[in-house]
């Protein structure tokens, strides 16, 4: 899916979307304009081709929805695994997880005075059964014996991860039933990431793949839930490397679950920009959900607006066709109310710009944006 824009310097189209937005009311521009760091716009040589990353590029290679390009879903309990699958193999990740608030969740959201005034605003009998509150506070599971759906964990592997029952058995087979991981070849492993990628599973291979896990439920796409309900409207000041790289990370792959080694320098820098281009994706998503021009649908298109000058300050700083791409799609639509059509038209187009920017871009172009990376003692 595309949308047909006029290539205009990417600037100027930016300048004039956001004239346009405030003419119209939904969004109310501060005087003020960006900030120094942001207006700081450092030369740099023209991107240099390289290779792409090995195996981030994923091609859907069986009959199954690939989330390759697709916007984060909540999990669907038919496919659910649960955890208890994943700590095989995964246990030093699984400790790690038991440690977080996704995990508690489960025991301690449902007694909490403000979620219980929300449920009560808006009639919810069950916060651990109702659909708005499930999808990004539990993860459920459909009982084989009685057919019934139930809350079995808080935010979980499959939250982020995807539900696994149509990709795991791709995911653990490294080339035969007497091969392990470390005796997997390259070209199965790449194999095997495409095939699980293209079941269904956001594989962190592809780190935008996890930034858009992330933004679906820190970013509040539920008009009534903020309006009515009380709810926020998502986490405002998100940044996917800070708030993924600290008390929640479990990377342990590369030291056979030895260490939980941080992210090199590179995929950090990948990671810096998925962030935001996934964040952009987020708030269209939300701001096409806008039928009021009240607190939900003011919030969600003013963070959409500074996603795309967070970009837009990136673009100055290095190049990159793939977010110069993401802004020219941003330049073509409208923050509007009942705008849906169009504003989930766009997010499906960036989110798949997204998916291939984290593919395709080696982070040693981007040592430009080095300064503006959190350091390891901003990581939550």
């Not at 956001?202 to 935008?208: E, H, I, K, L, T």
């Not at 952009?280 to 021009?293: C, G, N, P, V, Y």
């Not at 990136?314 to 109310?337: A, F, M, N, P, R």
């Amino acid at each position: 899916m595309s949308l047909c824009i006029n290539r205009f310097p990417v600037a100027s189209v930016i300048t004039g979307l956001v004239l346009a937005m405030t003419a119209i009311g939904l969004l109310q521009m501060p005087r003020s304009s960006m900030s120094a760091t942001e207006n700081d716009a450092a030369e740099s040589e023209p991107l240099q081709l390289a290779p792409a990353q090995e195996g981030l590029l994923i091609t859907s290679v069986v009959n199954t929805p690939s989330v390759e390009g697709a916007a984060a879903k909540p999990v669907d309990p038919h496919l659910t695994m649960g955890s208890e699958t994943c700590v095989k193999c995964h246990a030093n990740e699984v400790k790690v997880w038991k440690a977080t608030p996704h995990q508690r969740t489960f025991d301690e959201l449902h007694r909490r005075p403000e979620a219980k005034a929300i449920a009560s605003k808006l009639g919810i009998r069950s916060i651990k059964y109702d659909g708005r509150c499930v999808d990004c506070h539990y993860t459920q599971q459909v009982d084989t014996a009685s057919g019934n759906v139930h809350a079995i964990e808080g935010v979980s592997c499959e939250s982020c991860h995807g539900s696994a029952k149509q990709w795991l058995d791709l995911h653990h087979d490294y080339g035969g039933e007497q091969v392990t991981r470390a005796m997997e070849t390259p070209e199965h492993r790449q194999l095997r990431l495409a095939q699980s990628v293209a079941a269904g599973m956001r594989n962190p291979v592809n780190v935008y793949l996890v930034a858009q896990s992330c933004l679906r439920c820190h970013t509040t796409a539920d008009e009534e839930l903020v309006n009515v309900g009380g709810h926020s409207t998502g986490s405002l000041d998100f940044e996917f490397v800070s708030w993924s790289q600290g008390t929640i990370r479990h990377n342990f792959i590369d030291s056979d679950g030895q260490n939980n080694d941080q992210s090199s320098r590179d995929r950090l820098r990948v990671m810096f920009v998925s962030g935001m281009i996934a964040d952009l994706e987020a708030s269209l998503r939300a701001t096409a959900e806008a039928t009021q021009k009240a607190k939900y649908g003011v919030t969600a298109a003013k963070r959409a607006d500074r996603a795309a000058k967070r970009l837009l300050s990136v673009s100055q700083k290095i190049t990159s066709k793939h977010i110069e791409d993401v802004l020219l799609v941003y330049s073509g639509v409208t923050l509007k109310l009942n705008n849906r059509e169009q504003l989930v038209q766009a997010a499906d187009t960036i989110a798949e710009i997204g998916f291939r920017f984290a593919a395709e871009t080696n982070g040693h172009v981007l040592a430009p944006l080095d300064a503006f990376i959190p350091p390891a003692n901003r990581w939550k």
